[in-house]
């Protein structure tokens, strides 16, 4: 079981922070390709085609296993905990989705940074994971550098600013629930239930949706079929990338990391939209960059300091 593997797996901390920038290309990914199909399709299609995917392709990943002799990873010993897990994520992806239309990338992105700040004082508190004071600032400073992009208080998005700061609310609670997850289930098995628990959701509401949905994505021409299956796949391995960090490192490692998310997000507004951010959403992304290079450097000491420390540990253990 990979349970069992995951307690030696967290002494991979720089594999972790690979797979979350990994994360944060194929998340920026999914936002704009929302954003952009929001504005000729129903959202609901759009949700129904992320968790779709998502679900088909695991689904076919865990057959295939099991057909070759891999173990039977349909499995779960914990329903209820993969039933929360879908709808959290279901509920921060419609949040996305609504939130998406109305704001630009970068600033709607900067806003769901939150999201890392609540996570990283959740992990401390409910799974008594050691956050240092060090660790702490360079999250608050990441945080302040979203802070400094949006401006709240400026006026210049108001109550939709709500739509994101909800989103990362409900995303804190989802990237807890998915660490507890990484001890007591494979991944797969987690990502799967995820997917099939926001298909079968979305396709509940379109039963009863009007005609006009179906009608529209018929009507779609193929480019936009496309699109569709792109947001089914990124959102399908940026996941997958978040389920396997959080079995290789801390959450409090892992969080400065996720803010790069931020300048991603810029440039895809720019080459998809054409939005430029203002001279103080510059400052904020380069405030998040300064946080995150002092975290690598803070990552790099530490790996060295318990290299020096291994072999004296070793050669205290009996033999």
Not at 185 to 190: Q, V
Not at 232 to 242: F, Q, R
Not at 281 to 292: H, S
């Amino acid at each position: 079981m990979i349970a069992a593997a995951l307690p030696l797996a967290r002494h991979r901390p720089f594999a972790g922070i690979g797979l979350i920038l990994v994360m944060g290309l194929w998340f920026v990914t999914l936002d704009t390709t929302a954003k952009y199909l929001g504005q000729v399709l129903p959202i609901i299609i759009g949700l129904f085609a992320r968790y779709a995917v998502q679900a088909l392709l695991m689904g076919g990943w865990l057959a295939l296993r099991l057909l070759r002799g891999g173990g039977n990873l349909f499995r779960t010993a914990h329903p209820r905990f993969q039933l929360l897990r879908g709808t959290l994520l279901l509920t921060t992806s419609a949040l996305l989705f609504i939130g998406i239309r109305q704001m630009p990338v970068a600033e709607f992105t900067a806003v769901g940074m939150l999201s890392p700040v609540l996570v990283t004082v959740l992990a401390a508190l409910f799974l008594h994971e050691k956050v240092s004071p060090l660790r702490m600032a360079l999250v608050a400073g990441g945080f302040a550098g979203a802070l400094i992009v949006v401006r709240p208080g400026a006026g210049i998005f108001g109550w939709v600013a709500l739509i994101p700061l909800t989103m990362a609310l409900v995303y804190a609670g989802f990237q807890l629930l998915t660490r507890r997850l990484s001890n007591l289930e494979h991944p797969l098995t987690t990502h799967f239930y995820t997917g099939l628990v926001g298909a079968l959701v979305v396709l509940a509401i379109l039963l009863f949706e009007p005609a006009s949905s179906w009608d529209a994505l018929r009507a779609a021409p193929p480019a936009i079929w496309g699109l569709l299956l792109l947001v089914g796949v990124a959102g399908t391995v940026g996941h997958l990338c978040l389920i396997l960090a959080v079995g290789m490192a801390p959450m409090a490692t892992l969080m400065p990391f996720t803010f790069l998310q931020l300048g991603f997000a810029s440039v895809a507004g720019y080459l998809v939209f054409g939005h430029v951010p203002d001279g103080w959403a510059f400052v904020g992304i380069a405030v998040v960059g300064v946080c995150g290079a002092t975290s690598v450097w803070l990552n790099l000491r530490e790996s060295a300091a318990a290299q020096r420390i291994a072999p004296a540990d070793s050669a205290l253990t009996p033999d």
